[in-house]
């Protein structure tokens, strides 16, 4: 009896892995992995690991023989997406410091950029997505995207190894943002207006809400920025953090030109 049960429980797995097998075979068909492979440069040795990575959360919600998104492989590809952009800005710039190295870094590996890549490359025309956030895919795409990206990174990391993950990265991301050295310009410049007043020797920026307008879901803020109580820029935005910003970049603006520099 036991026996018997334990190949009846061996033949229900075999069914359901086929079952599934059928239905991805559906969902990617062979023309879509040749498209994929196309994309990522390097033949495809596992399939599951880019089913996985192209699956997002959604799509387990309606279709219930699938049990794994790609938030695991996302965790992974942002590892080893950040460890290929530190080891290339490491070798590239071997005279700038770590301020510098981290600044880059962090605007090359941010959500926007992955987004940006992601939407360069078409990568959404591979998502695997509910019915319903492929019905309104881009009015919230830009975090699927960006979180696809790093998945994928990770899934050509176990499928071909490092070196290939980071020839992927160079080509897709990398490289394309090194054209008139775009992913150079600090646009922290909040950050920029601190390192300014230290070195300078002045008292930390501090900065103060003037005025907030506008209903609840369409605020505006207007912000003002101090250093030493002398107010130095003003700026508005839809959040706090924007404004602040916008406040930072024309304190920058009023520095650089009293000083006769370039911004």
């Not at 942002?78 to 700038?96: G, I």
């Not at 509910?130 to 990206?149: E, H, I, Q, R, Y």
């Not at 190894?161 to 160079?170: N, Q, R, V």
């Given at each position: 009896m ?18 599934k ?9 062979p ?9 990522i440069?390097?033949s495809?040795?596992?399939?599951s ?13 309606q ?15 942002d ?11 490491y ?10 190295l ?21 990568l ?22 960006a979180?696809?990206?790093e998945?994928?990174?990770g899934?050509?990391?176990l ?12 080509r ?13 310009i600090?646009?922290?410049?909040k ?8 070195a ?14 506008g ?7 207007t912000?003002?920025?101090f250093?030493?109580?002398i107010?130095f ?31």
């Amino acid at each position: 009896m036991g026996k018997l049960l334990d190949w009846i429980i061996e033949k229900l797995k075999q069914r359901e892995v086929q079952k599934k097998s059928k239905a991805i075979s559906r969902l990617l068909t062979p023309k879509k992995f040749a498209e994929l492979e196309k994309l990522i440069g390097f033949s495809i040795k596992n399939k599951s690991y880019y089913i996985q990575a192209l699956m997002h959360r959604s799509f387990l919600e309606q279709n219930f023989d699938y049990d794994v998104s790609n938030e695991r492989l996302e965790f992974l590809g942002d590892s080893v997406l950040s460890l290929s952009v530190a080891e290339y800005l490491y070798e590239s710039f071997p005279e700038k410091d770590e301020g510098f190295l981290t600044k880059v870094r962090a605007k090359l590996v941010n959500r926007l950029a992955l987004a940006e890549t992601a939407e360069r490359i078409n990568l959404a025309g591979f998502l695997l997505v509910s019915k319903n956030l492929s019905s309104n895919f881009k009015a919230g795409s830009k975090t699927v995207l960006a979180d696809a990206m790093e998945a994928l990174i990770g899934a050509i990391y176990l499928d071909n190894g490092l070196e290939a993950a980071k020839d992927f990265i160079e080509r897709v991301l990398i490289e394309p943002n090194s054209k008139n050295d775009v992913y150079l310009i600090d646009e922290n410049f909040k950050s920029q207006l601190l390192e300014y007043a230290q070195a300078n020797k002045m008292s930390i920026p501090v900065y103060t809400v003037l005025k907030e307008e506008g209903p609840q879901h369409n605020r505006t803020f207007t912000i003002s920025v101090f250093i030493n109580d002398i107010e130095f820029g003003i700026g508005k935005g839809r959040n706090k953090k924007s404004a602040e910003q916008s406040a930072a970049h024309e304190a920058l603006r009023k520095i650089h030109e009293e000083n006769g520099t370039q911004a």
